[in-house]
């Protein structure tokens, strides 16, 4: 473990030695990769919203029995079973509980008075004000750059802008891999960096091999933005499954979509009127049609099928821009020891300053 530190407002709120996150990425962020990046001193989060409550509990035990650091769960807000996934955080002592889309002010209220920190993932400077004004402890702020679900501004427009704007810890997300980014991220004004396709090459990473020799074989711009897998924007790897996607009408993008709606179902162990009204609550939430609620459906069949099945001829593989400049798979141990050692560098390498 690195003995480099850099203390900040997000390594004293969480308890971790080094101000980094690992994001809660689905069908990714499972129980060994969020072990290990707590172990290496950093803060992992595990993915929920493609496990069943059941499944959540066992992997949060798992972790728990690999580690005593702390560590996280990302889950959805709008979830129909949001509230029994909150209690499973809130009963086995969770330190952290972050989320893609804006808690609500009753649920944050829940959580802190549990003693759970909670970190909502924002894409706005308007998001961010809401959730510190509901009591959130700090806020995940993602920039165009990075993986997954995105907007267009970039993190370098996007970060100075919340951290002016709000009084809590920000953590920058979009375009860090490594210890240059951190310092960069700290001069802006943040508390840490949060960093999704850099954790998912790592060799505690359980993403099939093949997988990730696609990502490592990838340039900056072989990463994409479509909107053509959930009907919103997503950035991921260009892959000829990507391009068959952006050909195809709408009418067999509806029809994909039923499909892997069903196939999820079944994988999730939800009933249809739960998955009616985690889509009801989606369409208020984002004010998307039916069509796009249908269409997102695409997306946790398609990502498992890369992410665990390695299929990377019918898989959607989520890409932050970053894939294109990394070329290893280190553990995270070496991954954040290394990360610290070059944000040591990068402060020693400034100039002084009269």
């Given at each position: 473990?690195?003995?480099?530190?850099?203390g900040t407002?997000l390594?004293?709120?969480?308890?971790?030695?080094h101000?980094?996150?690992?994001?809660?990425?689905?069908?990714v962020?499972g129980?060994r990769?969020?072990?290990a990046?707590?172990?290496?001193?950093?803060?992992?989060?595990?993915?929920?919203?493609?496990?069943?409550?059941?499944?959540?509990?066992?992997?949060v035990?798992?972790?728990?029995?690999?580690t005593?650091?702390?560590?996280?769960?990302?889950?959805?807000?709008?979830?129909g079973?949001?509230a029994?996934?909150?209690?499973?955080?809130i009963?086995?002592?969770?330190?952290?509980?972050?989320?893609?889309?804006?808690?609500?002010?009753?649920?944050?209220?829940?959580?802190k008075d549990?003693?759970?920190?909670?970190?909502?993932?924002?894409g706005?400077?308007?998001?961010?004000?809401?959730?510190a004004?509901?009591?959130a402890?700090?806020?995940?702020?993602?920039?165009?750059?990075?993986?997954?679900?995105t907007?267009?501004?970039a993190?370098t427009?996007?970060?100075?802008?919340v951290v002016?704007?709000?009084?809590?810890?920000?953590v920058?997300?979009?375009?860090?891999?490594?210890?240059r980014?951190?310092?960069?991220?700290?001069?802006?004004?943040?508390?840490?960096?949060?960093m999704?396709t850099?954790?998912?090459?790592?060799?505690?990473?359980?993403?099939?091999?093949?997988?990730k020799?696609?990502?490592?074989?990838?340039?900056?711009?072989?990463?994409?933005?479509?909107?053509?897998?959930?009907?919103?924007?997503?950035?991921?790897l260009r892959?000829?499954?990507?391009?068959?996607?952006?050909?195809?009408?709408?009418?067999?993008?509806?029809?994909?979509?039923?499909?892997?709606?069903?196939?999820?179902?079944?994988?999730?162990g939800?009933?249809?009127?739960?998955?009616?009204?985690?889509?009801?609550?989606?369409?208020h939430?984002?004010?998307l049609t039916?069509?796009?609620?249908?269409l997102?459906?695409?997306?946790?069949m398609?990502?498992?099928?890369?992410m665990?099945?390695g299929?990377t001829?019918?898989?959607?593989?989520?890409?932050?821009?970053?894939?294109?400049?990394?070329?290893?798979?280190?553990?995270?141990?070496?991954?954040?020891d290394?990360l610290?050692?070059?944000a040591?560098?990068?402060l020693?390498?400034?100039?002084?300053?009269d």
């Amino acid at each position: 473990m690195s003995d480099v530190t850099i203390g900040t407002r997000l390594t004293e709120l969480v308890g971790v030695r080094h101000p980094v996150v690992q994001t809660g990425m689905g069908w990714v962020a499972g129980p060994r990769l969020v072990s290990a990046t707590a172990n290496a001193g950093a803060l992992g989060i595990l993915a929920s919203a493609t496990m069943t409550v059941d499944q959540l509990r066992s992997a949060v035990r798992e972790v728990k029995s690999r580690t005593d650091a702390p560590f996280g769960v990302n889950l959805r807000a709008d979830a129909g079973d949001a509230a029994e996934r909150v209690r499973i955080i809130i009963d086995e002592g969770v330190k952290v509980a972050s989320f893609a889309l804006a808690p609500s002010r009753e649920l944050i209220a829940r959580l802190k008075d549990a003693g759970v920190v909670v970190i909502p993932s924002i894409g706005a400077r308007r998001h961010a004000e809401k959730v510190a004004a509901w009591g959130a402890d700090a806020v995940i702020v993602q920039g165009g750059e990075g993986g997954g679900h995105t907007g267009s501004v970039a993190t370098t427009v996007l970060l100075p802008q919340v951290v002016d704007a709000v009084d809590i810890p920000v953590v920058a997300a979009g375009g860090f891999h490594d210890g240059r980014g951190l310092v960069a991220a700290l001069a802006y004004g943040a508390a840490g960096i949060a960093m999704g396709t850099r954790f998912l090459l790592t060799s505690d990473s359980t993403v099939p091999d093949a997988v990730k020799a696609r990502y490592l074989a990838a340039a900056v711009t072989d990463v994409t933005v479509t909107t053509k897998v959930d009907g919103l924007p997503h950035r991921m790897l260009r892959t000829e499954l990507v391009d068959a996607l952006e050909r195809s009408g709408r009418a067999s993008s509806l029809l994909r979509a039923v499909r892997h709606a069903s196939a999820f179902r079944r994988e999730s162990g939800m009933s249809w009127p739960q998955m009616v009204r985690d889509g009801l609550a989606m369409k208020h939430g984002k004010d998307l049609t039916w069509s796009q609620i249908l269409l997102a459906a695409n997306t946790p069949m398609l990502l498992k099928a890369s992410m665990v099945e390695g299929r990377t001829d019918l898989g959607v593989m989520a890409s932050g821009q970053v894939a294109g400049l990394i070329d290893d798979l280190p553990s995270c141990a070496e991954l954040v020891d290394r990360l610290m050692a070059e944000a040591q560098a990068a402060l020693r390498a400034l100039p002084a300053v009269d």
